[in-house]
């Protein structure tokens, strides 16, 4: 079983070189210019977790053989082509300016060729997801649609500091959770698991989505700006409100006030100083810790549902492992 962790999931180097490869093959057309446009956040890097969900995922029941390597593979591509495609068009709403290091697209090339070749990387990914069957096909069209839904809902609270936490939660489980849930599932459609099998590793997979998205905003929070590579702080500047926010803003008292105070608007560089602080020294961090943990137990019981293997032990460990990097 794997060997080198990644954020919790562990792969061996050599799926992860062919889950690189597969997926720079995926965007290679006849046109250079959309050849460069289309894999530029590939060759930028990334983690690859959904593709690494699936490939372990479809190893469950045991290794299985050199075909079904090859479709978890696939599988998992048409989810991380999504992630990118998505990316694309986020970098657009947000007028972002680097990405992984590198410009983004949009500010490379302009916001008609990103949505373009945001647009053509989802084309990809359904023509890969078809390959694999009309139920893989069917999951992924659906799951572009939650995508949608949790970053509409994220949107419409935008600046609202009064944001349900019930909002958030349906936004992360939409924006992120759905396509770790895909990722998994998928490894238990193209290993031809039994449906209760397919069902717990979905279910695993939304846990794991939910944990990573609050990791993620946990470490906008805690993280300095150097080792975000941006501005600690980032979401409540953009106006999106995460859990460690919602829940300084719920203990209530002068922190809370202090900080409703100072939300609902663009935040300067010392009100976001003074923002990060009060998150940051008033229970918040550790309130939507708490939350996290809960969802780990999720993930932890969706396990106890799969069969014992080696891919079974690496999940269980996986969300726990990857707070622990917090």
Known sequence: MPSAPIFGLPTHDADLARIEAALKESVRTSDPYLDEIASHL???????LRPVLTVVAAQVAGNGDADLHE????????????QTGSLYHDDVMDEASTR???????ARWGNLQAILAGDFLLSRASEIAASLGTE????????????????????RHTYNAARPEASYLSSISGKTASLYATAARIGGLVAHLERPLIDA????GEAFGMVFQIFDDLLDITATDE????????DMMQGVYTLPVLRTLQAGGVAAVELSHLLGKPLDAAEREKALGIVRSNGGVQAALTVA????RRAEAACDLLPTSEATDALRVAPAALLATL
């Open 42 to 48: 590939i060759v930028a890097g990334g983690k690859r």
């Open 71 to 82: 479709r978890s593979v696939q599988g998992g591509i048409a989810c991380e082509l999504v």
């Open 100 to 106: 992984r290091g590198v410009d983004t697209v949009n």
């Open 136 to 155: 893989v096909a069917g999951l992924l069209a659906r799951t572009i649609g939650r995508l949608c839904e949790g970053q509409i809902e994220e949107l």
């Open 201 to 204: 590793l979905t279910e695993y």
């Open 227 to 234: 080792q975000l590579g941006k501005p600690a702080g980032h």
């Open 293 to 296: 943990h809960d969802w780990c």
